[in-house]
C-alpha cells in the first residue's frame, strides 16, 4: 500500500519516466544492422548519446561501460531526488551504492598492487555512500582504514588484512557487503513477505548472488572461501551447490536439478557454447534479473516496488546495448544476439 501524497506522486511519475527507455525490440533489432554509422545514428536518438562522439567509440569498451553507467546515474539520481522523505528513499540509494563499491574495490586493488593514483581508472559516478574521492587519495591501507567511516567496510578490509590477503575473498566480501546492505534496508520496510517490494528485493538479490557464485565458479575459485564468505545467507540452495562443486560447468550440471534455475541454467551453458565469452553470463543473469522483476512489479504497478523495477529495467536496457556492441566486437552471429536478447518465450 502506498502511504501519501508524495509515494503516489512517486509511483505516478516513475510510470512516466518508463515510458521514455528503450522498448528491448527496438534494442534487438540494432543487432542485423551491418553499418557502424547506421547503428551510431540510431543510439544518437536516445539518451545514451552524448557519451559517444562518433561511430568508432561504439568499438571502445571502457567508453561503452562507462555511457552506461552515466546514463543509469542520471536516471536514479531523478528518482533519488522525488524520493525523498518516502519509505524507498535509502532503499534507493542502497540499490545504487554498488557503484561506490566497485570504486572501493579499484581504490583497494590499486593500494594492493601497487598502481600510481593517476592510473587509477574509477567509475565516472558518486552517489555518497563511501567517500570515494577521499578514499582515492588513501596511499596506503592504513590510511584507507582510518579513511573509511563505515565501520562494516572498515572491519571486512581489517579481517582481510589479518588474514591470508585472497584478493579472490575480498572481491566476495565487498559482494557480501552489498547483499547485506539491500536485505538489511528491504528489513528497514517492515513489509510482509508477500508484499510485491519484498518479493522484487529478495529476487533482486538472489540474482546478484547467483550470478556472483557463476563468475566465481568460472574463475574456478576454491568452494571453501565462497563458503565463508556468504554464510548465513538465506540463499542456501545455491550455496549449498557451490558447496559441491569447484567448476562452472559442475555447477550448471547441478543448477539445472533445481526447478528455479533450470533454465537460466540451459540459457548460461548455451550461450556460453555460442558466443564463447564469460560477459554472456553476467548479460543471461540480467536478462533474469529483468524478467523477474517485471513480473513481480505486474502484481503491484501501483506499490513503490515499480520504482525499484524502472532502476532494474533501465540496466538491462545498458546491459541489452553492451551485448548488441561487445557481440558484434566478438563476431558473433547476430541471430545468436538476437536470442539472447529475447525473452525465453520468444
Excluded: C
Excluded at 285 to 305: E, H
Aim: aromatic share 10%.
Amino acid at each position: 500500500m502506498l502511504r501519501g501524497a508524495k509515494e503516489k506522486y512517486l509511483v505516478v511519475r516513475t510510470h512516466g519516466l518508463t515510458s521514455h527507455l528503450i522498448d528491448p525490440s527496438e534494442i534487438r533489432s540494432w543487432v542485423f544492422i551491418e553499418d557502424e554509422k547506421a547503428l551510431f545514428d540510431k543510439i544518437s536518438a536516445t539518451e545514451y548519446a552524448g557519451f559517444f562522439e562518433g561511430s568508432e567509440d561504439l568499438l571502445d569498451v571502457v567508453k561503452i561501460e562507462e555511457a552506461s553507467i552515466r546514463v543509469n546515474s542520471i536516471r536514479a539520481r531523478r528518482i533519488m531526488s522525488l524520493s525523498r522523505g518516502t519509505r524507498i528513499e535509502d532503499l534507493v540509494l542502497a540499490f545504487m551504492s554498488k557503484y561506490d563499491i566497485e570504486n572501493l574495490r579499484r581504490i583497494i586493488f590499486s593500494l594492493l598492487y601497487g598502481r600510481k593514483e593517476q592510473e587509477l581508472r574509477l567509475l565516472p559516478v558518486r552517489f555518497g555512500t563511501l567517500d570515494i574521492d577521499k578514499l582515492s587519495k588513501a596511499q596506503s591501507f592504513e590510511n584507507l582504514l582510518d579513511m573509511i567511516e563505515d565501520r562494516k567496510v572498515s572491519n571486512i578490509i581489517s579481517s582481510w588484512l589479518s588474514s591470508e590477503r585472497d584478493v579472490a575473498e575480498l572481491d566476495l566480501l565487498m559482494d557480501r557487503y552489498y547483499l547485506d546492505k539491500m536485505l538489511g534496508h528491504l528489513k528497514e520496510l517492515k513489509v510482509g513477505k508477500q508484499s510485491p517490494v519484498y518479493q522484487l528485493v529478495y529476487s533482486y538479490t538472489e540474482n546478484f548472488f547467483l550470478r556472483t557464485i557463476l563468475k566465481s565458479k568460472y574463475l574456478q575459485i576454491n568452494k571453501n572461501i565462497i563458503s565463508r564468505a556468504f554464510a548465513k545467507l538465506p540463499f542456501k540452495r545455491i550455496l549449498s551447490i557451490s558447496e559441491k562443486v569447484e567448476d562452472l560447468n559442475s555447477f550448471l550440471d547441478e543448477l539445472v536439478n533445481l526447478a528455479p534455475y533450470r533454465s537460466v541454467s540451459i540459457e548460461i551453458r548455451d550461450a556460453i557454447k555460442d558466443v564463447g565469452e564469460p560477459w554472456v553470463i553476467e548479460h543471461v543473469i540480467g536478462k533474469k534479473t529483468y524478467l523477474d522483476a517485471l513480473r513481480i512489479s505486474l502484481k503491484g504497478s501501483m506499490t513503490i516496488a515499480y520504482i525499484l523495477m524502472y532502476l532494474i529495467t533501465s540496466e538491462w536496457e545498458s546491459q541489452s546495448i553492451k551485448t548488441v556492441l561487445l557481440g558484434r566486437m566478438s563476431g558473433v552471429n547476430p541471430e545468436i544476439l538476437y536470442n539472447l536478447l529475447s525473452p525465453p518465450t520468444q
